[in-house]
């Protein structure tokens, strides 16, 4: 873990989706670590197991299930006194495979959870947010989002709507003291590279200037600021961290 902000979320109350691995496990921990208190959402009920373990409040949850996630979102509003930060991380890559050799229940399985998980999760997260009157909501994208990466159809577009629905739904709240932005990483070293092929993986390596992978640490930074009181004039937003690679 990088420098700790001793104190930054002091009172927080924060949930995290996909949150038992990986990038959201490793925004969790510093959160937990800045004095938030953490309930994490995940399907690897092992996972969940060792999150706990860490200090973590953990939660079986689908959030591919719409009506899953609204009882899940109130229970955990409920049990932690109040919800103050979403960090919607749950996600898979899919098969990689052109666009015509897709199968559609991968593409269905990717769409599911990468982008109406996020959705479901933003849904129920904002009007409860602002009803308090505060809220931060940081959700996943990818460089793949804004660039499209070859062989990764359903994973590239269901980031690029990560991304829209992050605008629309900052723009709609950016009257209130809720913001909502959105962090688009290149590859990160993680758990999800498990569900890529070796070839995949060095293509997208040799895609990146620094001629290295990001780490879950490095993303979890820019997510802890994000979801931080001080980020309170940016709303509506894609944070690339790509080593170089993002063009726009």
């Known amino acids: 873990m990088t420098e700790v902000f001793q104190g930054r979320f002091n009172g927080k109350r924060a949930l995290v989706t996909g949150g038992a691995s990986g990038i959201g496990l490793a925004a969790a921990l510093r959160m ?16 969940l197991a060792r999150a706990e373990a860490e200090g973590l409040t953990p939660a079986l949850v689908d959030v591919t299930d719409a009506g899953g996630v609204d009882a899940a979102m109130k229970t955990a509003q409920t049990a932690m006194g109040g919800l103050d930060i979403l960090v919607c991380s749950a ?3 899919g098969p990689n495979v052109p666009t015509w050799e897709y199968s559609l229940e991968d593409w269905h399985a990717v769409t599911n959870l990468n982008y109406h ?42 980031k690029a709507a990560v991304i829209g629905l992050t605008k629309s739904l900052g723009k709609e709240l950016a009257d209130t ?15 999800i590279f498990e569900q890529m092929t070796p070839e995949f993986i060095a293509f997208m390596k040799s895609k990146i200037p ?3 992978f990001g780490t879950v640490d490095e993303i ?13 004039f940016t709303t509506g937003a894609c944070f690339d961290q790509s080593g170089g690679r993002a063009t726009f």
């Open 91 to 93: 996600g898979i890559t």
């Open 177 to 191: 003291a809720v913001t909502v932005n959105c962090v688009a990483p290149a590859a990160v070293e993680s758990p």
């Open 117 to 158: 998980g996020v959705f479901y999760c933003n849904r129920v997260a904002a009007p409860l947010m602002k009803a308090a009157g505060y809220g931060r909501i940081v959700n996943m994208a990818s460089v793949a989002g804004k660039e499209g990466n070859p062989n990764a159809p359903a994973y590239s577009s269901t």
């Open 210 to 212: 620094m001629n290295r």
């Open 220 to 232: 979890a930074a820019m997510v802890c600021w994000l979801a931080s009181a001080e980020a309170s």
């Open 32 to 47: 937990q670590a800045e004095g938030a208190r953490v309930t994490v959402w995940d399907v690897n009920e092992a996972a």
